[in-house]
């Protein structure tokens, strides 16, 4: 789905350095969310954000931080990366339907940390 | 907080024969039920959902079951094709609790189906 994309796609980078992974939508969603995917344990939420102004911690937040720059920008930090943040990280989008809908994907970042 | 538990973790099928992948929950607020399909190397992308106030939902070839007293859902996929291969997660979420629409995923059965 062309209308989340995520930057950058593929990433390399040594332990206790600084990484940000930025996602951008065109669906004019009201709701991101960030998830790390590892083997054997599903999509794990990291962070989710209401709108601009409401920020929440998922189930797994320690290490990492989020900005929501714009209704349509929503950043992941690791501040200092460690090795096992090593994991493929996907941003979704959802509309604002209260009983539930649709999260639609971005393509993955997929993050190693040396 | 809330828990997905999903089974079998991998399930092998030969081309034309039934799968099916059940889970349960452990949030009885819960009141969302989606499956995801995520193929090799792409995102993950929803096939069917399921709300509270029904027990069954079928489109074409697949269906999902939800038993609220007992607290689990089921994914049923009838004369599975090649293409059926990949990785489904199921997933739950309270979406009154706040509207954030906030899932819980379950940790993915990888179907093989063989032709």
């Known amino acids: 789905d062309a209308d989340v994309t995520q930057t950058p796609r593929n990433r390399i980078t040594k332990t206790g350095k600084r990484i940000m992974l930025e996602c951008s939508q065109t669906?004019?969603?009201?709701?991101m969310y960030w998830y790390r995917q590892d083997p054997g344990l599903g999509l794990r939420l990291i962070y989710y954000s209401f709108d601009v102004k409401d920020i929440n911690k998922g189930e797994i937040s320690d290490g990492y931080s989020v900005s929501r720059q714009a209704q349509a920008k929503f950043s992941l930090s690791l501040e200092s990366a460690i090795p096992n943040q090593t994991a493929l990280y996907f941003c979704?989008?959802?509309?604002?339907?209260?009983?539930?809908?649709?999260?639609?994907f971005g393509p993955g970042t997929r993050l190693t940390v040396t | 907080g809330e828990n997905v538990e999903q089974h079998p973790s991998t399930l092998s099928v030969q081309e034309g024969d039934s799968a099916v992948i059940k889970c349960t929950y452990s949030?009885?607020?819960?009141?969302?039920f989606p499956w995801y399909k995520q193929e090799l190397g792409k995102r993950p992308q929803l096939i069917i959902d399921i709300r509270s106030n029904v027990g069954e939902k079928k489109d074409q070839r697949i269906a999902v079951t939800l038993n609220k007293t007992a607290k689990h859902f089921s994914l049923h996929i009838t004369e599975t094709q090649p293409e059926d291969s990949a990785v489904y997660f199921c997933a739950a979420s309270n979406a009154f609790s706040g509207g954030y629409n906030k899932l819980i995923f379950g940790a993915g059965t990888r179907l093989a189906v063989h032709p």
């Open positions: 979704a989008t959802s509309d604002n339907r209260d009983r539930g809908s649709e999260q639609y």
């Open positions: 669906k004019g969603h009201d709701r």
């Open positions: 949030d009885s607020a819960s009141n969302y």
